[in-house]
């Protein structure tokens, strides 16, 4: 049983556009959610996180919206650059680092 | 910081054939996690130690798997014999465990084709 849905599954997005990646989960118990980022022949790095006390985390072009009612959160990527192209993951877990339960992930591409 | 080293990093062998995966953790890091990445079922956690213990190996898809530590910075993980289906990307990933916000840091893999 998926525990954690990622949409959408791919998404072109204009350069300067806002790319913007949802997820949902079921475990009431999650109290971490982490955004990965990989690119083409690498492992997936964190992007950002955030717990379940904030509804919103920034940093720099990307913030992370939290809705603990929903069971969703979502990755927005303002500006977006080509650069930002890559396959992102969001992931969710109770405690930390510990078994993760990743979402299938997006592939993003950003067009001139 | 050399990060997390995986060799090798392309594999290709025969269907029953001994595969051996190995993973280098970053310096100071005390746990580590095996991924298997594949189009369908995405990143999967197979097995994860903390402090060269195995702590939960529920994700070992068949008793083929195994996984060892044979000391604090290196990880191997076993397929014997191996499978067409168990063709995939695996990744090991360390952290720093029993710090909460310590990011996984994930090697860059090791493709496996077995035909």
């Known amino acids: 049983q998926q525990q954690v849905k990622q949409s959408p599954q791919s998404l072109i997005v204009q350069k300067g556009g806002i790319s913007i990646i949802n997820c949902a989960y079921e475990?009431?118990?999650?109290?971490?959610f982490p955004w990965y980022q990989q690119f083409p022949g690498k492992g997936p790095a964190l992007l950002i996180a955030?717990?379940?006390?904030?509804s919103e985390k920034k940093e720099g072009r990307f913030t992370i919206s939290f809705n603990k009612s929903a069971k969703q959160f979502s990755l927005h990527i303002m500006d977006s650059q080509p650069g930002d192209s890559a396959t992102y993951f969001c992931?969710?877990?109770?405690?930390?680092?510990?078994?993760?339960?990743f979402g299938t992930g997006t592939r993003l591409t950003i067009i001139p | 910081d050399a990060g997390v080293i995986q060799s090798p990093r392309h594999e290709v062998t025969e269907m029953g054939q001994e595969v051996t995966l190995r993973c280098k953790l970053i310096?100071?890091?005390?746990?580590l996690f095996w991924y298997r990445q594949t189009m369908m079922r995405g990143l999967e956690l197979l097995i994860y130690?903390?402090?060269?213990?195995?702590?939960?190996d529920s994700g070992m898809p068949e008793d083929r798997f195994s996984a060892k530590m044979p000391n604090a910075s290196f990880s191997t993980l076993k397929i014997q014999p191996s499978e067409p289906r168990d063709s995939a990307v695996y990744f090991c990933?360390?952290?720093?465990?029993?710090?909460?916000?310590?990011?996984?840091?994930f090697g860059n893999g090791t493709r496996l084709t077995v035909t």
């Open positions: 992931a969710a877990s109770k405690g930390g680092n510990e078994k993760l339960t």
């Open positions: 955030i717990r379940p006390d904030v």
């Open positions: 990933a360390s952290s720093l465990g029993g710090i909460s916000n310590s990011p996984l840091h």
């Open positions: 310096s100071g890091h005390n746990s």
């Open positions: 130690f903390n402090n060269n213990v195995p702590i939960d």
């Open positions: 475990n009431t118990a999650f109290d971490y």
